[in-house]
Structure formats: structure tokens, C-alpha cells
């Protein structure tokens, strides 16, 4: 009886060590990355940004303000980043960066510092939305990359690096 106890209860750990590997494999590592894809925001200039258009590609997700001195230094990585990678039609990394302020202030910056990836206006309640990311504290910059199946692969808050950017690059 307790040997087919110790069986039974072994291929039963077997069994969820594999599920466990296949739901991650499929991306659905964090309920807050999948909440991502039903999200829409507003683009500076007025028109919408709806989360779903990017999925089935990785993305690289970055928070940011104007008001925030880091976050400006690294938008020209970014930008390189998005040109760099985005791949022929298409077909490689996208970009999407979540304005943490308010309409005036970004259409102005971006006037002065345009860039080539989607910008959308999270305002206030973005710090939120990255908090459930992983940022606890809510500082900026913040920025999360996801595979192409929507999984959570990097997080990091605080400015990012040309170094980090190769790396994420590769995975």
C-alpha cells in the first residue's frame, strides 16, 4: 500500500513539474503581463494605442516622464534599440513607451526629442500599472521586456544600459 502510495504521489509531482513548465513556456508566467494585452491608452496625439496590436512579437515596455532626468537620458537608447531590432517588415522587437505624465508636457518634449516607437499616455495611473509589473517602490524609469508570447522575461528599474538592451536582445 505504500509503495503505490510513493508511486501514485511521484508521477503526481512528475505531472505538475510538467505543467508547470509548459504554463510557463506559454507565457503565462504573470497574471499582470497578460492583463498588459487588454489595456488601451491615448497617444499624444490623440489617437489610440491599444495593447493588442503588439502582441506575437517581443516588446519591450518602458515607463517614463519628462520630468524625469534619467528617463530623458535613456529615450535615445531606446529609440536606437527600436530602429536596431525591430527586424525586416516587422518582424523583430517593438517598442512602446508609457508616458507617466500629462499630454502638453509630452507632445512638447517629443517635438523637441521625437522618437521612432509608439509613445501612450499613462498619466498618474501608470505608476500603478507598473507597480503590478514588479516595481514596487514605482520609480522611474522602469521598463519590462516580454517574449512573443507575452511572458515577462526582464524587469528593471533604473536606467537602462546599451548592455542590457544586447542582452535582452538575445533572448
Same mark, same amino acid.
Given at each position: ?11 503526481? %509531482? ?6 508547470? +513548465?509548459? $504554463? #510557463? $513556456?506559454? &507565457? ?7 492583463? =498588459?494585452? %487588454?489595456?488601451?491608452?491615448?497617444? @499624444? ?10 502582441r506575437g512579437r ?10 524625469? @532626468? ?31 505624465? #500629462? /499630454?502638453? @508636457?509630452?507632445?512638447?518634449?517629443? #517635438?523637441?526629442? @521625437?522618437? !521612432?516607437?509608439?509613445? +501612450? ?5 501608470? =505608476? ?9 517602490? +514605482? ?13 515577462? =522575461? #526582464? /524587469?528593471?528599474? &533604473? !536606467?537602462?544600459?546599451?548592455?542590457d538592451l544586447a542582452r535582452w536582445?538575445?533572448?
Amino acid at each position: 500500500m505504500n509503495r503505490r502510495a510513493l508511486m501514485l504521489g511521484g508521477a503526481g %509531482a512528475a505531472a505538475g513539474v510538467v505543467g508547470a +513548465g509548459l $504554463w #510557463q $513556456w506559454q &507565457g503565462r508566467t504573470d497574471p499582470a503581463a497578460a492583463a =498588459i494585452w %487588454a489595456l488601451r491608452f491615448e497617444r @499624444p496625439d490623440g489617437s489610440p494605442l491599444v495593447m493588442t496590436a503588439f502582441r506575437g512579437r517581443p516588446l519591450l515596455l518602458n515607463f517614463w516622464a519628462t520630468w524625469c @532626468p534619467p528617463c530623458v537620458k535613456e529615450l535615445p537608447l531606446i529609440d536606437q534599440f527600436q530602429r536596431e531590432q525591430r527586424g525586416p517588415a516587422g518582424t523583430g522587437w517593438q517598442v512602446v513607451g508609457l508616458a507617466v505624465d #500629462q /499630454r502638453a @508636457p509630452v507632445l512638447a518634449f517629443l #517635438q523637441r526629442q @521625437p522618437v !521612432s516607437f509608439d509613445v +501612450g499616455l499613462a498619466g498618474l495611473e501608470g =505608476i500603478d500599472l507598473a507597480r503590478t509589473l514588479g516595481n514596487s517602490g +514605482g520609480g522611474l524609469p522602469f521598463t519590462i521586456a516580454l517574449d512573443r508570447h507575452g511572458g515577462i =522575461i #526582464q /524587469r528593471k528599474l &533604473g !536606467s537602462l544600459q546599451a548592455a542590457d538592451l544586447a542582452r535582452w536582445a538575445r533572448t
